[in-house]
């Protein structure tokens, strides 16, 4: 919270800047995370294609490391949200 | 901002009435809805290895019928084998025995034949013998007269005789 | 999944609009002659917000409030009264000021005293919403179990043959696979937190209805209970493993240390903000959506909008399902990591 802190005091001259930086902040983290899950869709496709015996277990394995990837996502898209609502 | 900071009075509803939510459903729903669940699937394993075993008994006993047929099918086999044996055997006996037995009637009537014949001859001979006597007799009464005619006569039936 | 980058477009467009609406402002400044009453203005963010934030009384649309219960604990004293109280006296009432959600003491002059402690334990709209779902959990599990004991050794029926083959899903593909051979004593634990997560998650999703598990504070319980669970039923391998790692060179061990410590920490945190952000998430773009007929006015934008909001609530659902899918199965994961039992084999060095 600290470090949240000084760096929202150093943009506190402009909101717009804070703003901003919350959006870019924001829509980094969602690259990020779009390529990761697009990767994990491609592979576990590639995996389903070659062996469709284990399309149940990679749709599982899947799903969780989505949902661990997406997990940094949100923690970048909080982020952006908290600036975007402290200021 | 108060979206992402927790507020006190919620943390506590929450805390209280999820775990008593927890407590509740764990004593009076999952305890029984697992406990059957678990029953049910015991049940159904118990069931399919019941049929496994069944399955099992069933293909045993087709075996065994299966044997016990061939086992049934060969002693025919053997039985009809016998019997055609025996009645072979009995036919050949029985042609044999007709055989010999129309062999010994066979030597039996030749047999009787050759008596009958040999009696023949000797009926035959003694009435050559007669018919001799009573020509001789005839001869000797007309020989009276002719000593020599006689004696070519007599000379002459005898080895017409012989040639008999 | 595209649910942040849709978050962050909404956002944007969010932003936007705020924009747009200040600049319509000024024309409607030049021809508001025409208008014969003055409309409140739509304020996008703060519909929103309002949305997605607890409050004091359930608002399912404008004037029609239930109002709830307010407890408040002030210096020692318990105050009892109706919600409805703040509404009929512009948020002051009893000695007490209701101001953007939060409840503050004020003094004979009106002036909010900040330094006096109000403890806030109010039936809120979220805590009516949790009571809510719970009598509906409860209902349905005690209906469910019901069935159990009269279907005795027949086939299930009714509720009991829907619910059934959820709890199986749970039992056997999420809990047993990743818990381990002792996973009967997690099982309960488990499944209520599925069920709960899912109930309301759902709940969610209907119109006028609370954002309970796209509330921070009740997705912070959730993950501290796992937490808690987790380090509770904890064997020495698990503990072992945090405080002298294997293969470590022991003048290593400090950095360790506070890798794992983080890494323990960030395990909860991580299951707390992705059901909170997801569910969170996609209020707003639903909300966002719905929002952008009030800033149009206008039919074929509002046609455009109803479809899309269709498409976005299907994948609302889909989520609802997932997340608590997701987080009973990281829940599962991270008891099973802490209960597994190494063999001795495993620690060959």
């Known amino acids: 919270m600290s470090i949240l802190n000084i760096i929202l005091q150093a943009v506190a001259e402009g909101k717009g800047w804070a703003v901003m930086g919350g959006g870019i902040g924001a829509g980094l983290a969602a690259i990020g995370a779009g390529i990761g899950i697009g990767k994990i869709g491609g592979s576990a496709m590639e995996g389903v294609a070659r062996q469709p015996e284990a399309a149940g277990k990679i749709q599982t394995m899947m799903l969780i490391i989505a949902a661990l990837i997406e997990a940094v996502a949100l923690f970048g898209v909080v982020v952006g949200l908290l600036i975007l609502l402290l200021y | 901002m108060e979206l992402l900071l927790p507020s006190p009075g919620l943390l506590l509803w929450q805390i209280v009435v999820f775990l008593s939510l927890f407590l509740i459903l764990k004593k009076y729903a999952w305890k029984g809805i697992i406990g059957a669940l678990q029953e049910r699937e015991g049940e159904i394993d118990s069931a399919l290895r019941m049929a496994e075993e069944t399955r099992a008994e069933m293909a045993k006993l087709k075996a065994d019928n299966e044997k016990l047929i061939a086992e049934a099918r060969i002693e025919r086999d053997k039985i009809i084998k016998e019997a055609k044996e025996a009645a072979d055997r009995m036919l050949v006996e029985a042609k044999d025995k007709a055989s010999s037995e129309s062999a010994k009637i066979l030597n039996d009537s030749r047999e009787a034949l050759k008596q009958e014949r040999a009696a023949m001859i000797a009926q035959v001979k003694s009435d050559v013998a007669v018919l001799s006597i009573e020509i001789a007799e005839k001869v000797l009464r007309k020989e009276l007269s002719d000593k020599k005619s006689q004696q070519s006569l007599v000379s002459e039936l005898m080895s017409d005789a012989k040639l008999n | 999944m595209f649910k942040h980058i849709l978050l962050i477009l909404s956002l944007s467009v969010l932003s936007i609009f705020t924009a747009y609406s200040q600049h319509d402002e000024s024309h409607e400044n030049h021809g508001a002659k025409t208008e014969e009453h003055v409309e409140e203005k739509f304020n996008m963010g703060e519909m929103i917000m309002h949305h997605i934030t607890d409050e004091h009384g359930w608002e399912f649309t404008h004037s029609l409030k239930l109002p709830l219960p307010v407890i408040l604990i002030s210096e020692g004293k318990l105050a009892v009264f109706s919600s409805a109280r703040f509404d009929e006296n512009k948020g002051v009432y009893n000695g007490f000021k209701l101001d953007h959600h939060h409840i503050y003491k004020v003094n004979e002059a009106g002036e909010v005293d900040h330094h006096t402690k109000v403890w806030d334990l109010s039936i809120t709209k979220n805590v009516a919403s949790l009571l809510l779902s719970t009598v509906i959990l409860l209902s349905i599990f005690f209906a469910v179990a019901k069935g159990y004991t009269t279907n005795k050794g027949k086939a299930p029926k009714g509720i ?94 400090p950095l360790f240390w506070i890798i794992e410590f983080i890494g323990v920490l960030m395990k909860p945190a991580s299951l707390c903000i992705r059901l909170f952000a997801n569910i969170t998430g996609g209020h707003i773009i639903i909300l966002s959506l719905l929002g952008l007929i009030f800033v149009f006015k206008s039919f074929v934008i509002g046609a455009g909008v109803g479809v899309f909001t269709l498409f976005m609530s299907g994948i609302e659902i889909m989520v609802a399902f997932i997340q608590a899918f997701i987080f009973t199965l990281l829940t599962s994961m991270y008891i099973g990591s802490a209960i597994e039992e190494h063999h001795e084999a495993d620690h060959g060095h």
């Open chain 3, 160 to 253: 009991q043959s829907f619910f059934e083959p959820v709890i199986v899903f749970i039992k056997d593909e999420v809990v047993k696979p990743n818990v381990g051979p002792k996973y009967q004593r997690y099982l309960p634990y488990l499944l209520t937190l599925f069920f709960f997560i899912l109930v309301n998650n759902l709940m969610g999703l209907l119109p006028g209805a609370a954002n309970l598990t796209g509330n921070i504070t009740v997705t912070l319980v959730l993950a501290f209970l796992t937490f808690i669970i987790v380090h509770f039923s904890a064997n020495k391998h698990y503990w072992l493993h945090l405080v002298a790692p294997t293969g470590v060179p022991p003048v290593m061990y």
